[in-house]
Structures are given as C-alpha cells and as structure tokens.
C-alpha cells in the first residue's frame, strides 16, 4: 500500500470517531434544521469513537450557531519512522430532532515533511441520552488523498458524556496524593 493510501487509511480510523449516524431517532423532527438554544447537543463532549475494532479518544463541540470543533490526537505514528499530522476537524450541523442533529466535519493530514496528504470526511448522526449527559451514534466516513480520490471508506460508532465544570479542589489534589 502506498505510503499516502496508509497514510490517510490510519488517520481515517483516528478522525471517523467524530463521525455519527443515528441510532435512534426522535419522532419530533426540525423541519428546518434550525437549532433551539437549549439543544441537548450544544456543549463540549468526551468521546470514544469506535470503528474496525479500534477505539480513539476525542473532545467535540457542538455550538448553537451551527458550528462543530473537533479534535483527536494530532500526531499519529502510522509505522516505523512514519507519522501523520492532522488538523482539528471543522464541520457544521443541524438539528434533525428535540435530541438529535446531523452533522458533516472535514480534516486535513500532513506527513511528517509537513507536505498535504488528504483529508478525511465524517457525517452521521448524534442522539442525546435523555438526561442530555451523554451521546451515541454511528457515522460514515471516506479519506481522499490530495487529489480527491477517495482511497478509504466505512462505518463506525460513537458514545460520550457531556464535559463538565470539574470543581478546582478535585484536579490540584490528586486522590493518590496526600492533601497539602
């Protein structure tokens, strides 16, 4: 496999854990796509995407204006002497129900010499727990090389929980370490 096609494979399995399509949908749609202010879907969530039998860490936010940030580790080792530099991902979505919303993100990759290497796209689909403190789902994505041409698809899953204020007190004193 070319180094590119490796290259861009690996950080389709990294970036495809922002990705989502529904895994239940809610029976009150947005006709529109425009978002309530009070979504359960704005905010910032800890997520564990899962596809081809891997799981990869992420931190996304989805904001009331439409806008999703996304990112997951930026350097990745995809082989000895080989590593990849991704970009954090850019998208938008749109609420597709009281407690569900589709999105599209878009990432950039670089070798290691910082030359262009393709980008991976991820849509799907999240759906909020009832309490709106998690999320689940199940995305599609593709990675093209710098060319367009897609040389990677698939399907993948997605759960977080919401990201919250952690008091101070609780990270300056680490619970293995004596108070000071």
């Known amino acids: 496999m070319p180094r590119v096609s490796y290259l861009l494979t690996t950080l389709a399995i990294v970036a495809i854990g922002l990705g989502a399509t529904i895994v239940s949908t809610s029976a009150t749609a947005q006709e529109d ?3 309530p202010p009070d979504h359960p ?3 910032t969530w800890r997520v564990t995407g899962t596809s081809a ?3 990869f860490p992420l931190i996304t936010t989805w904001s009331a204006d439409g806008t999703v940030v996304g990112i997951e580790p930026l350097v990745l080792a995809v082989g000895p002497d080989f590593v990849v530099f991704n970009t954090p991902s850019l998208g938008t979505w749109e609420a597709t129900g009281d407690d569900s919303g589709a999105f599209t993100v878009e ?8 030359n262009f290497a393709g980008t991976v796209t ?5 759906q909020a727990s009832e309490d709106g403190q998690a999320v689940t789902g199940t995305y599609a994505y593709s ?3 710098p060319m367009g041409n897609v040389i990677v698809a698939g399907q993948g899953t997605d759960e977080g929980t919401r990201l919250t204020v952690i008091p101070m007190d609780e990270l300056a004193t680490p619970a293995a370490s004596p108070a000071a």
């Open 143 to 145: 990675a093209a090389d």
């Open 122 to 126: 991820v849509s799907g689909v999240w």
């Open 41 to 43: 879907l704005i905010g």
């Open 107 to 114: 990432t950039l990759a670089s070798d290691g010499q910082g």
């Open 53 to 55: 039998g891997e799981e």
């Open 33 to 35: 796509g425009a978002i």
